[in-house]
């Protein structure tokens, strides 16, 4: 029988805190969008009403599971922080919806058409990548947003600077990720041939991520290399026993067919979701 | 099992550690701390809230700043079963 000796709040697991940072970003999205129909003057559809009320359901239980989460001591200053992040979130949720929209639109229009559903899911991840990346990078701005603070204890000039330049290398490789999903999922729909243009793009995007990768694991301490250390396994661990899964269903004759867009987007949200978890359970957010 | 106020199960494998009070005795902040064991401010923040356990020659480097052995800042209950 489990006793409890403190009666201090246990902290709350890593992967409902990645649940509420993904939930927080699909709902001010969602605001963004809204924002940006009204401001364009369109019309909206019954399916508007409903992103609407998605976006105030996730907005009121994320607001009291937070209220309920926050100690009362300093209370102010995280509802003042979780405004000021739903707020750069709606922002770049409307930019970010508005951007894809008016580049890709007949993009997607052609992917839905030819049922090219695991390039449309590419281009998804390729916008939450670069638009994590962009909070990062907007974020590292402001001094209160950058570090865990312990109680009252002031950020230093030098450890300011210092996390500011490993969300500047980190949304960098994020962004280069995106950009790797995004390049293969439009340039690959419709290879007839070779396309020499699009494999350099992505093998400059593959060169980028893997620069700051090693610029981010020379630079940073310990603490980061066992986020990485243990982000890669997990990883490889996830991805080893889908290859053994796939393997062994062909060869056993029930011929799946894997797409290598599938691969890459099941491999990129793996790594995703296993980044930010790891992450989050070691203290880094 | 009995659990801490971390909720890290004693005997698991799990430490515990005596860094926070070590250091609010030696009146540093995290910040200081960090910087003169050549680390991040977020890995002792890790380290206090039994986030991760830090590699053995960060413990050392502990272990000589503080001028306490390794086995009072990090608690292990584990025991050998007899």
Redesign the interface.
Known sequence: ??????A?R??RPAISKLADFLLLLLASGGVGYCIGKLMAGDDFEVGDGGIILLSAAIFSLLAYRQLKAFPQANRKQEVTRYAVQTGVGAIIGMAGMSAIILLLGDTFENMAEQALYWNLAAILLAALYILVALVLMLLSANKKMV??K?GD?P??DD?YK?TRTLFFWAALGMLAYGLILGITAIYGKDAGGPNWFALATLCSAVAGQWTCSYILWRR?????R?VTRTACAVSYVMVEIMIVVWAGLTLFGFSVRFDPMAVLVIMMTISLVTTLTVSL????R | MIRNASGSAQGSGKLENRLKELRMAAAWSQGELALRLGVSRQTINAVETDKYDPSLPLALRMSKLFGVPVDQIFIDHWAPKS
């Open positions: 029988m489990e006793q409890t000796i403190d201090a246990p902290p570090a865990t312990p204890e950020l230093s450890e210092d940073y301490d310990e603490l980061y066992e359970r070691h203290g880094v």
